[in-house]
């Protein structure tokens, strides 16, 4: 038996038959497709490196001059002149740094700590009293409880009291400096708008044998302190005997 040619399906048919339609949704787009997308996300790059640049440039001129120590050091007590200043600038958030505009603020004013080099100053590194012979400033910082609510201002006089600490059982309290004076005051016990707990910032003078037990109370976190009467005479009397 034989079949004829007519009847057999041809190669290129059957190949033909065999091929699946190409489906538009599952093309790759074409390099001449992807060019508009690429050529867009470039001018996106290029914009954003220049809106970058741009900040930098004008934060980088946003500068002020501030009053910063020329000396190597200078110690407490020491009395400011103009050789001891030298300005410096900076840029962004600079807390409470005196201007250089302001440096009359800190001429003929006196050293509460040591002072260097580049230091930066703020009002809380001066004071209009000279440390008097025999006396220390000492910085503190209380917590809730451990000052009078009441807001305290300088010249208050209090008595520093030191206290066992939380995991000291049986300890005895006593009496650190007797009658101390405030020089300077910053912060409170409660926040004056939310009344939240805050921290209150104290620079007490005491005398120079007390220094170093208050300075180490209060960062042990052992230091009390209790509001005395005004008419109450410090342990160390002001520079030129005032009381």
Same mark, same amino acid.
């Given at each position: 038996?034989?079949?004829?040619?007519?009847?057999?399906?041809?190669? %290129?048919?059957?190949?033909?038959?065999?091929?699946?339609?190409?489906?538009?949704?599952?093309? #790759?787009?074409?390099?001449?497709?992807?060019?508009?997308?690429?050529? +867009?996300?470039?001018?996106? #790059?290029?914009?954003?490196?220049?809106?970058?640049?741009? #900040?930098?440039?004008?934060?980088? $001129?946003?500068?002020?001059?501030?009053?910063?120590?020329?000396?190597?050091?200078? &110690?407490?007590?020491?009395?400011? =002149?103009?050789?001891?200043?030298?300005? $410096?600038?900076?840029?962004?958030?600079?807390? +409470?740094?005196?201007?250089?505009?302001?440096?009359?603020?800190?001429?003929?004013?006196? *050293?509460?700590?040591?002072?260097?080099?580049?230091?930066?100053?703020? #009002?809380?590194?001066?004071? +209009?009293?000279?440390?008097?012979?025999?006396? +220390?400033? =000492?910085?503190?910082? !209380?917590?809730?409880?451990?000052?009078? %609510?009441?807001?305290?201002?300088?010249?208050?006089?209090?008595?520093?009291?030191?206290?066992?600490? =939380?995991?000291?059982? $049986?300890?005895?309290?006593?009496?650190?400096?007797?009658?101390?004076?405030?020089?300077?005051?910053?912060?409170?016990?409660?926040?004056?708008?939310?009344?939240?707990?805050?921290? !209150?910032? !104290?620079?007490?003078?005491?005398? *120079? %044998?007390?220094?170093? &037990?208050?300075?180490?109370?209060? &960062?042990?976190?052992?230091?009390?302190?209790?509001?005395?009467?005004?008419?109450?005479?410090?342990? =160390?009397?002001?520079?030129?005997?005032?009381?």
């Amino acid at each position: 038996m034989s079949f004829s040619s007519s009847t057999r399906p041809s190669a %290129s048919g059957a190949r033909g038959s065999g091929k699946a339609p190409v489906s538009g949704s599952n093309r #790759l787009p074409a390099s001449r497709e992807r060019r508009p997308a690429l050529a +867009a996300l470039a001018v996106i #790059l290029i914009l954003l490196g220049a809106a970058g640049s741009a #900040l930098i440039a004008l934060r980088s $001129g946003d500068r002020t001059d501030y009053v910063a120590i020329n000396p190597a050091s200078i &110690a407490p007590g020491h009395k400011i =002149v103009k050789e001891d200043l030298a300005r $410096g600038d900076l840029a962004g958030k600079t807390g +409470a740094m005196i201007p250089w505009a302001d440096r009359d603020k800190v001429l003929n004013k006196y *050293t509460t700590g040591w002072l260097f080099r580049g230091q930066y100053l703020t #009002l809380a590194n001066v004071t +209009a009293e000279p440390i008097p012979a025999g006396g +220390a400033l =000492v910085g503190v910082t !209380l917590e809730a409880g451990r000052a009078p %609510s009441m807001l305290l201002q300088g010249g208050d006089i209090l008595q520093v009291v030191q206290v066992p600490a =939380v995991n000291q059982a $049986g300890g005895a309290s006593s009496i650190l400096v007797a009658a101390a004076k405030v020089m300077d005051v910053s912060g409170g016990i409660s926040d004056a708008k939310t009344n939240a707990n805050s921290t !209150l910032n !104290l620079t007490i003078l005491v005398p *120079t %044998s007390k220094s170093t &037990a208050v300075a180490a109370a209060a &960062a042990a976190k052992t230091l009390v302190v209790v509001k005395l009467s005004e008419s109450t005479p410090p342990d =160390v009397p002001p520079a030129g005997g005032a009381g």
